[in-house]
T-cell receptor, first 116, second 111 residues
Framework: SAVISQKPSRDICQRGTSLTIQCQVDSQVTMMFWYRQQPGQSLTLIAT?????????ESGFVIDKFPISRPNLTFSTLTVSNMSPEDSSIYLC?????????????FGPGTRLTVL | DQQVKQNSPSLSVQEGRISILNCDYT??????FLWYKKYPAEGPTFLISISSIKDKNEDGRFTVFLNKSAKHLSLHIVPSQPGDSAVYFC??????????FGAGTRLTVKP
């Protein structure tokens, strides 16, 4: 299984500012994903981070609001831009398992973001 | 649209008893289902899965049942232990690997 770390683990930010979240994996992985979990809600896929090309965003999420970088096979960043209180969530990165279990993903510990 | 629903936000059971966590889905294209467990301040971890060609999968104390006609699956934990206290997420995916999660059920197992 992959070991995934995220920075920061939590942050409190002012509205209108931006925060970049880092995701580091201990091995090279092809598929990396970014999720959001708003309070009381399910995990929602924001985008798939593609190495060497633009991220693939899900419906309702746009690059201007959530720019993503994937410079190599072990690292990705998600930026939450021009934040508002509605962006207060837990943000998680994950990687595809590669263990033979279809669709298994390994998740990072998450970044708890509070926007005031 | 919420294609995967966990209608019970919380469940409390006594140690040694059975815990039953339920999940319903709406998309008939889903063909693979997973359960994840999440402890506080940690990311979700994979627990058990089931393919749509099966109706039951068992792994130790954990069993997942799938009723395709009812679009319903459940996770049974028996016997429940205090260390099982966590949030459990149901997830479903179709062939394109697009995975949808439920909102989670917080299980508390009382000693």
């Amino acid at each position: 299984s992959a070991v995934i770390s995220q920075k920061p683990s939590r942050d409190i930010c002012q509205r209108g500012t931006s925060l970049t979240i880092q995701c580091q994996v201990d091995s090279q992985v092809t598929m990396m994903f970014w999720y959001r979990q708003q309070p009381g809600q399910s995990l929602t896929l924001i985008a798939t981070a593609n190495q060497g090309s633009e991220a693939t965003y899900e419906s309702g999420f746009v690059i201007d609001k959530f720019p993503i970088s994937r410079p190599n096979l072990t690292f990705s960043t998600l930026t939450v831009s021009n934040m508002s209180p509605e962006d207060s969530s837990i943000y998680l990165c994950s990687v595809a398992g590669g263990t033979g279990v279809p669709n298994e993903q390994f998740f990072g510990p998450g970044t708890r973001l509070t926007v005031l | 649209d919420q294609q995967v629903k966990q209608n019970s936000p919380s469940l409390s059971v006594q140690e040694g008893r059975i815990s039953i966590l339920n999940c319903d889905y709406t998309n008939s294209m889903f063909d693979y289902f997973l359960w994840y467990k999440k402890y506080p301040a940690e990311g979700p971890t994979f627990l058990i899965s089931i393919s749509s060609i099966k109706d039951k999968n068992e792994d130790g104390r954990f069993t997942v049942f799938l009723n395709k006609s009812a679009k319903h699956l459940s996770l049974h934990i028996v016997p429940s232990q205090p260390g099982d206290s966590a949030v459990y997420f149901c997830a479903a995916s179709a062939r394109n690997n697009d995975m949808r999660f439920g909102a989670g059920t917080r299980l508390t197992v009382k000693p």
